[in-house]
């Protein structure tokens, strides 16, 4: 079944289309969930929610864009909502964005998705969200100010903390490796 | 050969297509919440059905009374004036119409005996 298929299924509301679509899609972003939540269950809480509008919502998915990505971006948003509601978005004061931040290279090749997720969870949920939205989901510092409803300023500054803060977490974890 | 990379592109790289399974209750928690809204969007549908079929009944017996009112009204007009008296006694606003035939009844007799004209 091609993608527009799918689509056109699910706009007439086949359930076993709505199905295929959740099992197409559902694995990474359950992932995109786990990046910024760190507890399972509310992961899937945020999951379901967001399939749920993702299936509701079909109507207005008009073809623009990649398909994957819209989905994305409802799935993110949920789980901002999310953290919101729990409150979790605690930010540090400000520092001054504009302080020359060179980030000291970290001798890995690459990081197992594994790895990945448990660096995430050991960050603070509010570090967390703008480290993915920037570094992962590459959304620029506007968007993730209108996002998280913060001054752009508030973001750079918490991008930088979280920066720091994941290069704190890579050499504890990981050591350093000579690859 | 050493590869440094740092870390915003290791994440980039690597995060992006992390994929975890969901658990099985996951989809049927998704479907009974579908199966929920399908089922009050159809409650709605239904509602606005019964009001148009409540309206369209209304406007049929409006236009069902309003016919048969017509009915009665031509079945009057239709038919043939009274000539007797005794057939307007008691109708409503016949006093014209008795008035004109007590003066047809008494006609004949007042050609019979006109009365003298004044000079």
Sequence with gaps: MTEKDLIDACKRKNRQAQRLLYDRFSPVMMGVCRRYIKDPMEAEDVLVEGFFKVLTKIGMYNGDGSFEGWIRRIIINEALMHLRKNNQFKYAEEINPNLDYTEEPTVLDEIAAEEILNLLDEMPPGYRAVFNLYVVEGYKHREIADELGISINTSKSQLILAKQRMEELVKKRLGRHEI | ?119
């Design chain 2, 1 to 119: 050969m050493k590869t440094e990379k740092n870390i915003s592109t290791l994440f980039q790289k690597g995060a992006e297509r992390i994929s975890v399974q969901p658990s099985g209750q996951a989809w049927q928690r998704l479907e009974s919440r579908l199966e929920k809204e399908e089922r009050r969007g159809r409650v709605v549908v239904m509602r606005w059905v019964a009001s148009a079929a409540a309206m369209l009944v209304l406007v049929a017996a409006i236009w069902l009374w309003s016919a048969s009112m017509q009915q009665h009204n031509f079945a009057i007009l239709d038919a043939a004036p009274p000539q007797n008296l005794e057939d307007l006694e008691n109708v409503d606003g016949c006093e014209p119409y008795c008035l004109v035939l007590k003066a047809r009844a008494e006609l004949p007799a007042y050609y019979a005996n006109p009365v003298e004209k004044r000079n």
